[in-house]
């Protein structure tokens, strides 16, 4: 017979697999974002260069190494894959997940440790973002473990903490750059000044073994790309990609201050009013030391992001470990099955009606090719999504009536919801946007063709392709893949594959 424990331990493992693991496969690459980070590794592959990432031959300097190395072995152990692309970031969103159960249990309990797993592990954005084929999942996984391993340091002023407090933040910072650097080191400064313990803050920062470490992992691959490509690297990566990015809107991602209120809204779902609940008792919060580097922690990441130009929707992820861990502490104080279901069912219902709510809106949506979606959406929204959203949805209306536990009420809402974005969710939106792009790199592979892409918002074309798409002007009997909203911009052509918004055209004129 499993002890109590051990039963909470099996539940997240099982958690665990459905969202991060078993998915991996079930949908075609995202573009923009999991299509460009994986063509960048396929390219790696190909050319034997693991400095210098290249996106359709040309030089990409969005993001730093190591997402790409670490995509890259995943790649040459089990090809090219769409499920080897997204592996290490599922295993690093495990690793976050456990580090965070770990951290909670050691600081606060057991108890507090499963429901901020489980909660972490079933959160929207969290369950999308931890096998995502980006660097989001690993840059997490690495601020979490500096976060917390600073905490551990603070407490028990052994160096080893600190030390590879050092190591997480470098590796950190070979993930997506300066942000793994500056949370720890911004968040640490406002905590210990609030404990007026700043001498202390100022001889953590400046440590010289922490430096040295930071200094012989984090700056190598920096050094070996300067020289491969000088200037060329430093206005990229460090002045488009990241001052840029605070300054300025960037590819039209802008927002106001109210931005991030309304992704922590949704990305927090199905759990969303513990973490609201969590922030009615701030004053108790300023008398533990825990949660107020917890509260920092968030706040800062909040505040930042929602003063920096560009936004997008994926930045306030960084802030969102602290708000698991508080959650499952408000959790545990008081639980109402209302807020928690009543919102959850409204949801499902809208998504059980989603196609018909997408027609009925079609006509006040001025973008074509949105249009054009709207028009396909139940090729992706088809008949097993509806059945599988409306089976979700009655377990979700039976645990409304029937009074279970608030732990098992919220074990199964975790199990529900989960299933939801990652069995039906994903999956049909995948089906509708960007199977149709797969099938055509897979039909213009097979027929050896050599493809002009009339965009570049679709580099999975290019993975699935396995080559590199023209970059000169098409003409006459060059082939071209595009948007059907892009058709008029073409004379006289042959119609080689079109499905949904996506077509490959032969140019007669």
Not at 56 to 79: A, C, H, T
Not at 342 to 362: D, M, R, S, Y
Not at 427 to 451: E, H, I, N, T
Request: net charge positive; aromatic share 18%.
């Amino acid at each position: 017979m499993f002890k109590i424990r051990e039963n909470d331990l099996l539940i997240l493992m099982i958690l665990a697999l459905i969202a991060n693991f078993l998915p991996l496969g079930i949908a075609p690459l995202f573009d923009l974002d999991e299509g460009a980070f994986s063509e960048a590794t396929r390219e790696m592959l190909v050319t034997h260069d693991y400095i210098t990432t290249h996106l359709n031959g040309e030089l990409r300097f969005d993001k730093p190494i190591l997402i790409y190395w670490l995509q890259l072995l995943s790649v040459k152990i089990f090809g090219v894959h769409t499920f080897a692309f997204r592996l290490p970031s599922a295993i690093a969103g495990t690793l976050w997940t456990l580090f965070t159960y770990l951290f909670t249990k050691r600081y606060m309990d057991k108890k507090s440790a499963f429901f901020a797993a489980l909660f972490m592990l079933s959160a929207l954005q969290i369950t999308i973002i931890s096998k995502a084929a980006i660097a989001d999942a690993l840059l997490n996984l690495f601020i979490a473990l500096a976060m917390f391993c600073f905490y551990r340091y603070y407490h028990e002023r052994n160096k080893r903490y600190l030390y590879v407090t050092f190591l997480w933040i470098a590796l950190g910072f070979l993930t997506k750059g300066p942000v793994a650097i500056l949370i720890p080191v911004v968040v640490s400064f406002v905590f210990l000044m609030f404990k007026k313990e700043l001498l202390f803050w100022v001889k953590t920062i400046f440590n010289p073994i922490g430096l040295l470490i930071f200094v012989v992992v984090g700056l190598p691959w920096y050094i070996a790309e300067y020289q491969a490509q000088g200037m060329l690297f430093i206005d990229g990566f460090f002045f488009k990609h990241n001052l840029s990015r605070f300054g300025n809107s960037m590819e039209h991602h802008s927002g106001g201050f109210y931005y991030y209120l309304i992704v922590l809204v949704v990305g927090l779902l199905p759990f969303t009013y513990l973490f609201v609940k969590s922030f009615t008792s701030i004053k108790e919060m300023l008398k533990n030391d825990l949660q107020v580097y917890l509260l920092i922690w968030f706040v800062f990441v909040f505040l930042f992001f929602s003063f920096s130009g560009t936004k997008l929707p994926h930045y306030i992820i960084y802030g969102y470990t602290p708000l698991f861990i508080l959650s499952s502490f408000a959790f545990q104080q008081t639980f109402s099955r209302n807020w928690l279901l009543i919102p959850l069912i409204l949801f499902t219902t809208v998504l059980l009606f989603f196609p018909e709510i997408a027609i009925a809106l079609k006509h006040s949506i001025r973008d074509s090719f949105v249009v054009v979606l709207i028009d396909n959406v139940y090729s992706g929204f088809d008949l097993a999504y509806r059945v599988s959203v409306l089976l979700l949805l009655g377990i979700l209306l039976w645990i409304w009536r029937k009074p279970l536990s608030p732990k098992h009420t919220v074990v199964v809402v975790a199990f529900v919801f989960t299933i939801l974005v990652n069995y039906a969710i994903l999956p049909s939106y995948g089906k509708l946007m960007q199977a149709p792009v797969q099938k055509a790199a897979y039909f213009a592979k097979a027929k050896g063709l050599k493809v002009h892409m009339y965009t570049k918002q679709f580099p999975s074309f290019n993975v699935y392709y396995q080559g590199l798409t023209a970059k000169e002007k098409a003409k006459k009997g060059d082939v071209v893949f595009c948007k059907v909203t892009s058709l008029h911009d073409f004379r006289d052509y042959e119609t080689l594959y079109k499905e949904n918004g996506f077509t490959l055209i032969r140019i007669n004129k």
